[in-house]
Every structure is written in structure tokens, then in C-alpha cells.
Nanobody
Framework: QVQLVESGGGLVQVGGSLRLSCVNS????????LGWFRQAPGKEREFVAAIGWSTGTTSYADGVKGRFTISRDNAKNSVYVQMNSLKPEDTAVYYCAASSLGVPHNIKDRYAYWGPGTQVTVSS
């Protein structure tokens, strides 16, 4: 069983940075694609970024390209997202997720495991 828990959220000013972490306390997910999604109040949960089990393959939503960087450390059962140049529209609850599909993708329904989320608030 994969059990995910996010951390690192908080309040940050426009232009600031945050690094979110997600640790799997269950079985190893070295063969899983790992993703980050976010959900703002009143909006659908949306894809942010994903990384395949081979760390060279990544995928990003257009709105975060060049600002966010996803990475993973299979030895630590962890996935991260470094978020720079944050904007008010990045405010949301951020979720990490794991998918048995081997390539990074943005198909929300194909992520079987989810963390409880961590709040990120960007103030202007």
C-alpha cells in the first residue's frame, strides 16, 4: 500500500518560493509515476507536474513551466516540487499522487493514491 503525506506548504509573498515534499510511508513506489495536483476553492483539481519512475522524464502544466521543478528520491521514498516566482493564482491545496502508469501524465483518474494535501497561500 502507498501512503502519501505532503509537507512544506505555508504562506508566502508574491515572487517567493516554497518547496513541497511528499513522503510515502507505505511500500516503495520506485516504479510509480508521481504527480502533483492542486485545487483552489471552487475549482476542479488540476494537474501541476509529474515525474516518471525514470527521473529523466517529467511533465508540467503550462502555467507552471519554468517556475516549478519536480524531482524524486526513490531511496527516500519521496517526491518534491520546488516552486519559484509564486503568483496569487498558485494559491491552492497541493496534493501528491502516485500512478502505476510508467510515464508522467496528467490523467487524474489514473492516480490511485493521494495524500491529504498541504495548503499554499500566495499573498499579494
Amino acid at each position: 500500500q502507498v501512503q502519501l503525506v505532503e509537507s512544506g506548504g505555508g504562506l508566502v509573498q508574491v515572487g517567493g518560493s516554497l518547496r513541497l515534499s511528499c513522503v510515502n510511508s507505505g511500500r516503495t513506489f520506485s516504479r510509480y509515476t508521481l504527480g502533483w495536483f492542486r485545487q483552489a476553492p471552487g475549482k476542479e483539481r488540476e494537474f501541476v507536474a509529474a515525474i516518471g519512475w525514470s527521473t529523466g522524464t517529467t511533465s508540467y502544466a503550462d502555467g507552471v513551466k519554468g517556475r516549478f521543478t519536480i524531482s524524486r528520491d526513490n531511496a527516500k521514498n519521496s517526491v518534491y516540487v520546488q516552486m519559484n516566482s509564486l503568483k496569487p493564482e498558485d494559491t491552492a491545496v497541493y496534493y501528491c499522487a502516485a500512478s502505476s502508469l510508467g510515464v508522467p501524465h496528467n490523467i487524474k483518474d489514473r492516480y490511485a493514491y493521494w495524500g491529504p494535501g498541504t495548503q499554499v497561500t500566495v499573498s499579494s
